[in-house]
């Protein structure tokens, strides 16, 4: 999921870039969406990981 935040964030630099704003803006909304996205979920996966630590099957 990063990995897609990162290439529509590329996407809207060479749009804007480009002088294409629409795009640009579109991109990096999708981009910020996804990263934010990807940040919650690290932060569960983080906060469950530390507390499952001590735990056997």
Do not use: H
Request: net charge positive; no cysteine.
């Amino acid at each position: 999921m990063l990995y897609w935040a990162l290439v529509f964030f590329i996407v809207a630099l060479i749009a804007a870039f480009l002088g294409f704003g629409g795009i640009a803006a579109g991109a990096a909304a999708i981009a910020r969406v996804l990263f934010f996205v990807f940040l919650v979920l690290f932060v569960l996966s983080l906060i469950f990981g530390l507390a499952n630590r001590g735990r056997t099957i």
